[in-house]
């Protein structure tokens, strides 16, 4: 029986999609939104299902129809569960201008594109009926926008149903006008039929189609392959031509498979990270060229990108506590006696750039679904986000199609808010970098934290063993073209399936039953075949037992679908049967579809044909090595005279609330409210302070990162914390990279980390992005490897090892390289996390560290326009931050522990770190500047920023207890004065207040209410 | 000590439950012996209500995002509960049972229509995610769960908070809620809109409760976002704990043979 169904929420009910779709118009384009008077929106169900009226109006109302909050349209089927008119007259009467001028924009999803409400809808059917509905039930689901507006265009409408309502790559949209939203023929069971998505029709294709290299140019063979989707640098194909020059039988030459070049190409994935991570780079002069004070310069040669620099650190920097680093598998790191930590990261742009809100929620699932492959299975612990997004003032490049960065940063904000929701994973920390520079598409870089048992099921998490006959057994969502290259149908990841697939990986886990799991994400099956086959010598493949969601999908295709909800685990043969029943029972589709092999080669079937028939190490390890240079260019920086930033007695009240509302330090709370980081109960530290719980009464400030206390029966807290120096990047990238080490490091420990001896646990895990075409430029080369040889050299100076890392190439229009440094630390007592807010009048407030900041790549700078011409850059002490990192740490002294609060000093300096530690608890402070700071270094001290300064508070009974003991480590502090309740902010020079702002004001420019949706 | 009988929890897990670990965990430090069984198990089993009452005292639906909210929040589990397994939880409570459903758990209680049909469930803040915490004050005496209680802080973490109630009988509706000390549980600040401040409903016999915020989340005191302020309470526990423990006593009370 076809029949469409209309639900709408009743009019005294918020709008979920015209409310915020309204608000994303009043941020983006005023004018459009002045045209539309009224909107409203209702689901749209499309149904085939063998059912007769009866059983499928019983089944409509108890699914569907909720009394108190719907209105269903549906025709004739159920009259009674519409409003008094029986039809949308009933939602329509509710518009304000009557009688007014209404259109409808109509979407559904594209064919081919996953449907997941229409799956759900189906399971509740089933559910109610007791019964399956069988492979021939149909159901599609959409969404209608009524709106109302005298003056809206044809125009208006595209621009509304492409800007704010539908995507075009996932859905189709049509407009209704006002005479076909009042008449009931699309009601009508004809139509119906007609609308229903059709199965697509299967085209007969070759299963395998052969390449004949040798009769072919290089140019006529790239053709081929960029025509199938398949993407190789020349001299890529150079080196596939040799291989299969004597890969034939007797030695001959032979062709390549289309099977063979996908499986290539996503294993050589990443051409120009691939090259310069092998190569050997060989910066210049000027490129090595490093400030004695900054650090040692480069290295005359630096063998591959990662494993010259990051990965050096460990052979400098051993610790005991790293299980495995940059291996197979995850980073395994101990945790406790009973568990292991496993790190994952992602960087996303190219899928965001598709569909801000799926490609979000597709980057954030990629990260969960590595995750839970950690070792032999993990549980996803917690998550951070750092998201880099064009400026929200710019202008809307219409010229090149792009939606306002407002409405994008909107999407992505949506996606990682629905990903951590639907994922019961923590969003704990991250960060939201705004720059003109950024291109359109937001980058976002995810990272998640993973528990692991040691020992479960009786088997050492850390082993990874397999054995010759091992099998492999597919679990997760059946195979189609998602994810492929040049594919029209974008994946949408149902996070529910993801989600249960990361609950069997558990259960699985704790009954012994699998070897080990990978993931069947980015790559697919053909990156995870090459890995399991170098990793365990080999193995063979065969693609007609993966499930497939349409026929006549060929090999090539089977081979090289992604998604981030489907997995592989290697199992016992005796095993099989069970691993899959269990998956079933889960509603989970499982299938075996091969089995480890020590041939040494990876060996693909397509049921009897052998459709590729590869050397591990000619997929893995022959790819070409190559000399790269890296070079310097002068940076080129605005300066302005020091006399133009004039008296900072009277500029600097001004200045401070321009940096307090600035968009990279003000409020992040209206983001950080919309992303759960409370679900799995374990959040010790949250991303701000909060003063007075409930929402509408409470004030809050920025924390320095998050952590969590993950077990009833350890005091133990895990914290994780984020540095990058984005502005110092136009400086120097060695000193960005540096600054980033420093920053998170920082951060950690005025979170209350544990620092400064060999057992403590304190790791670094780096990401880092940037178009492809940089990695072409010499000077861009020379930046990025400036950046990460500074910030190894950070590292080990720090003593704190790199153990994990991701690097990917984006889609950005400017060449902009993103770089940020996390940390991931331990505190052995929770109870030593700390806060960054001021607590109580009377404390004492220290400035710790050596007090050395620069206005050259600080905030205030961008701020005023240049850094004085006499501002020398910022420089690290390395020894002094030791000593300082040491106390507080915790490996020396023992009164770090009365500190109350402690902040770190970074974007916006000392006085924005003040500020901040003043606004949840409308504190404030009396303070002093040091003496005998001439003009350009008070600016300096306000509100330069550097390496190793925090603000921090005692008691004053605890007072001489801590400066004696800091005094006795050698390590320098400054007393600044006291914090006060007098809501003012307040410093002296000498007896006369220099600068006094109250609290309130600051907190109302760091809240800049109105700026954000 | 091994002779100590003590009381049973199911706690339920499968497709769209996220907080199942936590709710364990709250309930075990409680006292309760925790079973964590996956409801898809529990329907291929053909697991009866009368299994449920004489294996279990408590019965935990927690919180999640019920098969991604495609329906509703907490639909298809309702559907699940309903017409799959069959029980009718007001049975469960006359036997002695108690049950409890938090977050989009309580969505599945509204769903099945355990508080009556006029009452459901939407969003109070235009579809946004809310994560912040919020000051609920119990009400009455009728609810087992809270017995003792004062004003406690909670996290709340959803976009559907907002309890309302069908407008052409929105009165008598309160009035029958009140009288029966069903609103036992209200927001203090009601930033969700919630028709009168529910945020919490029990039925008549207190022993099933709906609970929006979480109480699962704040059994650690280090939870609360303003604990640094006292570290030296870092090991004490939340507030949230009380919930859990007062069903202990209530489950410990049936256990015992009647002197």
Redesign the interface.
């Known amino acids: 029986m076809f029949a469409r169904i209309e639900v709408a929420l009743k009019p005294e009910y918020s709008d979920p999609l015209s409310t915020p779709l309204l608000r994303r118009m009043e941020m983006t384009d005023p004018h459009l939104r002045k045209l539309v008077r009224w909107a409203r929106s209702m689901t749209v169900y499309w149904l085939d299902v063998p059912l007769s009226r009866e059983e499928l109006i019983y089944s409509s109302q108890e699914t569907l129809w909720d009394p108190v909050l719907h209105w269903l349209f549906t025709g004739n089927l159920i009259p009674s569960a519409a409003g008094k008119h029986g039809n949308v007259e009933d939602i329509l009467e509710t518009a304000p201008n009557r009688p007014g001028k209404f259109f409808a924009l109509e979407k559904r999803f594209r064919l081919g594109v996953t449907d997941h409400a229409a799956k759900t809808l189906k399971d509740s059917f089933e559910a109610v009926l007791k019964r399956k509905l069988g492979p021939d039930a149909r159901v599609a689901t959409g969404s209608m926008l009524l709106l109302e507006g005298p003056q809206l265009t044809e125009d208006h409408l595209s621009r509304i149903a492409r800007e704010y309502f539908s995507n075009e790559l996932l859905e189709s949209w049509t407009l209704l006008s006002e005479k076909e939203i009042a008449h009931t023929e699309r009601f009508h069971p004809e139509r119906v039929r007609r609308e229903m998505p059709k199965t697509a029709p299967s085209r007969y294709h070759a299963p395998v189609d052969h390449l004949p290299l040798a009769g072919l140019t290089n140019f006529e063979a790239l053709n081929f392959c960029k025509r199938k989707g398949i993407l190789f640098a020349p001299e890529e194909f150079d080196a596939i031509r040799n291989y299969l020059k004597d890969a034939g039988e007797n030695g001959e030459s032979r062709d390549a498979t289309d099977v063979e070049l996908e499986l290539i190409s996503k294993v050589w994935r990443e051409v120009p990270f691939r090259r310069l991570l092998r190569a050997e780079i060989s910066p210049d002069e000027d490129a090595r060229a490093v400030d004695p004070t900054l650090g040692n310069p480069l290295p005359e040669k630096i063998s591959g990108l990662v494993e010259g620099t990051f990965k050096e650190t460990l052979k400098e920097v051993p610790r005991a506590w790293v299980v495995s680093a940059f291996e197979n598998g995850s980073t395994l790191l101990q945790y406790d006696d009973e568990d292991f930590i496993s790190i994952e990261g992602e960087i996303e742009s190219k899928t965001v750039a598709s569909d801000s809100v799926f490609g979000t929620i597709m980057g954030y699932s990629e990260v969960y679904l590595r995750s839970i492959c950690g070792a032999r299975g993990a549980r996803p612990i917690l998550a951070t986000d750092v998201i880099f997004s064009a400026d929200l003032h710019g202008p809307v490049p219409r010229d090149q199609d792009h939606l306002h960065p407002r409405r994008v940063l909107d999407g992505v904000k949506q996606g990682i808010s629905k990903a951590g929701f639907q994922l019961g994973v923590p969003t704990i920390g991250g960060a939201l970098y705004l720059d003109a520079r950024e291109g359109a598409t937001p980058l976002v870089h995810f990272s998640a934290l993973s528990l692991i048992p040691r020992t479960s099921g009786g088997i050492p998490s850390d082993v990874r063993e397999v054995s010759e006959g091992d099998r492999l057994v597919i679990l997760g969502s059946p195979t189609g073209k998602d994810g492929m290259i040049g594919s029209p149908i974008v994946q949408i990841c149902d996070t529910t399936l993801l989600r249960s697939l990361g609950e069997l990986v558990i259960e699985v886990r704790d009954l012994g039953w699998n070897r080990l799991f990978f993931p069947c994400g980015e790559g697919g099956l053909a990156s995870l075949a090459a890995k399991v086959a170098r990793e365990f010598g080999g193995l063979d493949l065969d693609l007609a037992g993966v499930p497939v969601k349409a026929s006549g999908l060929r090999p090539m295709e089977v081979l090289g679908s992604e998604t981030a909800e489907r997995i592989v685990a290697i199992v016992a043969p005796e095993r099989v049967e069970a691993v899959i029943g269990l998956a079933k029972r889960r509603g989970i589709i499982g299938a075996e579809i091969g089995e480890i092999k020590s041939h040494g080669r990876v060996r693909i079937f397509s049921g009897e044909t052998l459709s590729a028939d590869l050397e591990t190490k000619f997929l893995r390890g022959h790819q070409p090595r190559s000399q790269e240079t890296a070079t310097r260019s002068a940076p080129t920086l605005p300066t302005r005279r020091s006399l133009e930033w004039g008296d900072p007695a009277k500029e600097g009240v001004e200045t401070l609330l321009r940096i307090m509302s600035h968009p990279n330090v003000c409020s992040r709370e209206w983001l950080i409210r919309q992303l759960d980081h409370e679900v799995q109960g374990a959040s010790a530290l949250k991303p701000l302070h909060t003063v007075t719980v409930s929402p509408e009464l409470s004030h809050s400030g920025p924390n320095d990162g998050g952590g969590v206390k993950l077990k009833s029966s350890s005091n133990a807290g895990l914290l994780i914390t984020t540095g990058l120096a984005p502005r110092a990047g136009a400086t120097d990238s060695y000193l960005m990279g540096a600054l980033a080490v420093d920053e998170a490091v920082r951060n950690a420990l005025a979170c209350g980390a544990d620092y400064g001896k060999e057992e403590f646990l304190f790791a670094l895990s780096y990401q880092f992005s940037c178009p492809a075409k940089d990695l072409e430029d010499s000077n861009l080369r020379g930046s990025l490897v400036r950046a990460c040889v500074g910030a190894s050299h950070a590292a080990v100076e720090l003593q704190t090892p790199f153990v994990h890392g991701q690097q990917k190439t984006i889609l950005v229009q400017a060449s902009k390289l993103h770089f940020l440094v996390q940390a991931i630390s331990r505190a052995t007592k929770v109870a030593g996390i700390r806060s960054a807010d001021f607590k109580t009048p009377g404390d004492g407030v220290y400035l710790l560290g050596p007090a050395q900041f620069s206005l050259i790549g600080a905030l205030v700078s961008e701020v005023h326009g240049g850094a004085p011409e006499d501002a020398s850059p910022p420089l690290p002490q390395w020894d002094t931050a030791r000593r300082l990192y040491a106390w507080l740490g915790g490996a020396i002294g023992k009164e770090q522990k009365k500190l109350r609060s402690i902040h770190d000093v970074s974007d916006g300096g000392l006085l924005t770190a003040i500020a901040e530690s003043c606004l949840a608890r409308g504190m404030g402070v009396a303070l002093s500047y040091p003496e005998g700071l001439d003009r350009t270094s008070e600016w300096e001290f306000l509100f330069g920023e550097g390496f190793h300064g925090f603000i921090a508070t005692c008691s004053e009974i605890d007072a001489p207890l801590v400066e004696a003991e800091l005094q006795q480590n050698e390590v320098p502090f400054i007393k600044l004065g006291s914090v006060t309740g007098s809501g003012v902010v307040q410093i002296r020079r000498g007896e006369n207040p220099a600068l006094v702002i109250e609290t309130k004001v600051l907190r109302q420019a760091w809240k800049r209410e109105g700026y954000w949706e | 000590m091994s002779d100590v009988i003590r009381p049973r929890v199911l706690v339920l ?4 439950i ?2 199942e ?2 709710t364990a ?2 309930f075990a ?1 409680a006292g309760f012996e925790v079973h964590l069984r ?1 409801l ?2 529990l329907i ?1 089993e053909g697991y009866r209500e009368d299994q449920l009452a004489n294996d279990y005292s408590v019965l935990a639906i927690p ?3 019920s ?2 909210d ?3 929040s907490g ?2 589990l309702a ?2 509960i309903q ?2 397994l069959g029980w009718t939880l007001s049975h469960f409570a006359s036997r002695g049972g108690m049950v409890i459903g938090i977050g989009s758990g309580f969505h599945t209680l509204l ?1 099945i229509g355990v508080f009556g ?4 469930v ?3 803040t ?10 609920v004050a119990p009400i009455g005496m009728t609810c087992l769960w809270l017995k003792g209680l004062g004003v406690v ?1 909670l ?1 709340l ?1 959803h ?1 559907d908070a907002r309890i ?4 052409n009988r929105r009165t008598e509706t309160l009035v029958k809620l009140s009288r029966r000390g069903m609103h036992c549980l209200k927001y ?2 009601n ?1 969700v809109e919630s028709e009168a401040g529910i945020a919490g409903l029990c039925d008549t016999t207190g022993r099933i409760l709906g609970i929006m915020p ?1 109480p ?5 005191w ?2 609360h ?5 006292a ?2 309470r ?2 004490a526990p939340g507030q949230g704990l009380a919930l859990f423990e007062n069903a202990y006593q209530e489950s410990m009370r049936a256990l015992q043979p009647e002197t």
């Open positions: 897990r499968g497709p769209g996220l907080s670990q936590e965990q709250a430090t996956n898809d198990d291929s919180a999640g995002a098969t991604a495609d329906l509703g639909k298809l559907l699940k017409h799959r769903r049909k006029e009452i459901s939407t969003s109070g235009g579809g946004k995610m809310l994560s912040a915490w919020v000051k802080d996290p973490r976009s309302v109630i069908h407008p203090e600040g930033s979480h699962e989340s704040f059994i650690r280090t939870a976002p303003e604990w640094t302020t570290p030296q870092a090991n």
